[in-house]
């Protein structure tokens, strides 16, 4: 018995196209984006890869990705889970912050530091602040909602949903679909694959191109995770590499 899942990071969102930091803004999907949804999606059905239930973030644009692939794949009508700890990784201060100009003022040491490190969170963003969640009521329940973070505290609060919600998906022989974010679904990868601190530094996630596993009975990949359009694929975590750079 194998467990399929398949993880799929949001199309081309409005601040992928402007080059900020996003973290928990709800920014909209592009037109390319929504298009790489649909094209996501296309590929799901081309592989007969077909999913029972679709997990999401409570962001937008990872629920419309969700939407539009599932479309296109024609199993729109599967039973759908949200949660906010599947959530885009909390970018703190730098929330609405461009990255090129970031880059420039603060160095490429400091800047890969906030953007790739394991354990180093921006700093935290002010309540105050036009780009603040503190006031969203889609939060209002969490305890101690976040105000940063780094990769390692996205793994500590996405590992007890996979526990509680996506294995038991997995293990009732659904094939699950995660439609989620770039350092979410990084955290997701790197808890998989036992990706260790400093080699995830240089993982990157691709928009819209679906990740495929194949898991075994200890939900470990019985090969490496597949995307169902490697070449783009491999041009697009180029791309998000050097995001910030000109
Ligand atoms: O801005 C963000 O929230 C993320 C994803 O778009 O960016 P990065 O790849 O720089 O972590």
């Known amino acids: 018995m194998t467990y399929k899942l398949v993880l799929l990071r949001h199309g081309q969102s409005d601040w992928n196209e402007k080059n ?17 949804a649909k094209r996501g999606g296309e590929l799901l059905k081309e592989r007969g890869i077909l999913p029972d239930v679709v997990h999401t973030s409570l962001q937008r644009r990872a629920i419309n990705t969700a939407n539009l692939a599932l479309d296109a794949a024609d199993r729109l009508w599967i039973p759908v889970k ?26 490429e040491e400091q800047f890969m530091t906030w953007r ?23 939060y209002a329940d969490i305890e101690n909602a976040p105000r940063t973070e780094c990769l390692k505290d996205v793994l500590e609060r996405m590992l007890p949903y996979w526990e509680s919600d996506i294995k ?8 699950v679909l995660v439609a989620a974010h770039g350092n979410s679904l990084r955290a997701l990868v790197k ?19 679906p990740l495929y596993y194949e898991l075994d009975e200890n939900f470990k990949p019985t090969k490496a995770g597949e995307y169902l359009d490697p070449e783009a694929a491999k041009e ?11």
């Open 20 to 36: 900020l930091f996003t973290g928990w803004v709800d920014v909209a999907l592009t037109e390319k984006g929504q298009a790489e």
């Open 82 to 107: 949200r949660n906010w700890r599947l959530n885009e990784r909390h970018y703190g201060a730098l929330q609405g912050k461009d990255k090129a100009e970031t880059l420039e003022k603060y160095g």
């Open 116 to 138: 790739r490190s394991y354990d180093v969170p921006p700093p935290a963003i002010d309540d105050n602040d036009e780009f603040s969640q503190a006031n969203d009521p889609r």
């Open 168 to 175: 038991p998906d997995l293990e009732s022989g659904k094939t």
């Open 191 to 209: 808890n998989l694959e036992g990706i260790s601190d400093d080699d995830i530094v240089g993982v990157n996630i691709p928009t819209g191109i």
């Open 236 to 246: 697009a975590i180029k791309a998000v590499a050097n995001q910030g750079k000109k």
